[in-house]
C-alpha cells in the first residue's frame, strides 16, 4: 500500500491564481480530511468527508472547496489563491467514519506558497 | 473558546532520561486524547490514544495519562534515544466524533 500520497509537493502560486491539491488513499479509508499548518498555530482541519459524496466544513474552510467523488480521491481547491493560504496542506484519512477515536494516516504535505 | 496548550519551548534532555511532554486544554471536555510525532518536512504519524475514561496507556517505552479533572495530559519517553528527537503533537476530540483539534506541538531534542 502506498498509504496517503499528495501532489504536488511543493507549489508557488500568484495571488488570484487557482489550484487543485490533490490527495488520495489506497487503503478503503471511509474518512479523508485537509489540514493546514502554519508555525505556532498547530494544524487545523480545513474540511473532512465521512465517505464519497459526503462533506463538511472544519475549523477554517473559507477559501477552499473540497469534493469526494470516490472513496480514494479528495482534492482541495483553491478558487483564487491569498497570501494567507500560504502554508503547509496535509491530508489525511482513517479507517472509519470517526476521526475521534481512530488513528490518523497522514500524507507527506504540500508546501504552498502564495505570492 | 476552546484551547489546546502546548509547550512552545523546545524540550533539551540527555538520553537515557525519561522525557516529559505537557498537553493542557481549557473549555473543552474531550472523549478522545491522541498523540502523534512529527518529523521536520513530513506528516505526523499516530503515537498512542487515550479515552476519557482511561487514566494511562503504555506502548513500549511510550506512557500517556489522561487526567479529565486537571484537563492535562502527560506524554512520557522512558530511556530516550536521540532517535526520539522530533515534535510531538496532542490532539483531542469531542462528541462530534468528527474533529479532531490539534495543539501547536513541542519539539523534543534528545542529546547523545
Known amino acids: 500500500n502506498a498509504g496517503v500520497t499528495q501532489t504536488p509537493k511543493f507549489q508557488v502560486l500568484k495571488t488570484g491564481q487557482s489550484m487543485t491539491l490533490q490527495c488520495a488513499q489506497d487503503?478503503?479509508?471511509?474518512?479523508m480530511s485537509w489540514y493546514r499548518q502554519d508555525p505556532g498555530m498547530g494544524l487545523r482541519l480545513i474540511h473532512y468527508?465521512?465517505?464519497?459524496?459526503?462533506?463538511d466544513q472544519g475549523e477554517v474552510p473559507n477559501g477552499y472547496n473540497v469534493s469526494r467523488s470516490t472513496t480514494e480521491d479528495f482534492p482541495l481547491r483553491l478558487l483564487s489563491a491569498a497570501p494567507s493560504q500560504t502554508s503547509v496542506y496535509f491530508c489525511a484519512s482513517t479507517k472509519t467514519r470517526g476521526a475521534a477515536n481512530n488513528e490518523q494516516f497522514f500524507g507527506p504535505g504540500t508546501r504552498l506558497t502564495v505570492l | 473558546s476552546q484551547k489546546i496548550e502546548q509547550n512552545s519551548e523546545a524540550l533539551n534532555i540527555q538520553e537515557g532520561k525519561t522525557a516529559t511532554l505537557t498537553c493542557n486544554y481549557t473549555?473543552?471536555?474531550?472523549?478522545?486524547l491522541q498523540w502523534y510525532r512529527q518529523d521536520p518536512g513530513r506528516g505526523p504519524v499516530f503515537l498512542l490514544l487515550?479515552?476519557?475514561?482511561?487514566k494511562e496507556k503504555r506502548k513500549e517505552r511510550l506512557k500517556v495519562t489522561f487526567d479529565t479533572t486537571l484537563k492535562q495530559s502527560l506524554f512520557h519517553i522512558t530511556a530516550s534515544q536521540p532517535a526520539d528527537s522530533a515534535t510531538y503533537l496532542c490532539a483531542l476530540a469531542g462528541g462530534a466524533g468528527n474533529m479532531l483539534t490539534f495543539g501547536g506541538g513541542t519539539r523534543l531534542m534528545v542529546k547523545p
Open positions: 487515550i479515552r476519557e475514561n482511561e
Open positions: 487503503m478503503n479509508h471511509e474518512y
Open positions: 468527508s465521512v465517505g464519497a459524496g459526503i462533506t
Open positions: 473549555n473543552y471536555s474531550p472523549a478522545y
